[in-house]
């Protein structure tokens, strides 16, 4: 079992920065990757960003390349998720999410935390 814990989420006006951090626990993650979804009110999930472990491959939504940036620190077993620009748009709970191996574009994850919300101000 992996546990997820998010953090960092908050109230932000349009085009200001938010950095999200999700605490990883209970395996190793060695040969797992690690995402970050969203979900806006009445919307579907979208998969936003995700990255390997092990290697520095990473994966961005279309729409939040090069605003988002995801990283992690293997060390302290966090995943990060440094949003900038933010747009009203951007708004929804912001969830961290792991899954052994599998390719970083396959949005099918077993773990996952229980969310963060991120609210952007016009």
């Known amino acids: 079992q992996v546990q997820l814990v998010e953090s960092g989420g908050g109230l932000v006006q349009a085009g200001g920065s938010l950095r999200l951090s999700c605490a990883a626990s209970?395996?190793?993650?060695?040969?797992?990757?690690l995402g970050w979804f969203r979900q806006a009110p009445g919307k579907e999930r979208e998969y936003v960003a995700a990255?390997?472990?092990?290697?520095?491959?990473?994966y961005y939504l279309d729409s939040v390349k090069g605003r988002f940036t995801i990283s992690r620190d293997n060390a302290k077993n966090e995943v990060y998720l440094q949003m900038n620009s933010l747009q009203p748009e951007d708004t929804a709970v912001y969830y961290c999410?792991?899954?052994?191996?599998?390719?970083?574009?396959?949005?099918?994850?077993?773990?996952w935390g229980q969310g963060t919300q991120v609210t952007v101000s016009s």
């Open positions: 999410a792991a899954d052994f191996a599998g390719a970083l574009a396959d949005t099918r994850y077993d773990y």
């Open positions: 209970g395996r190793t993650l060695t040969s797992y990757r």
């Open positions: 990255i390997r472990w092990s290697e520095p491959t990473t």
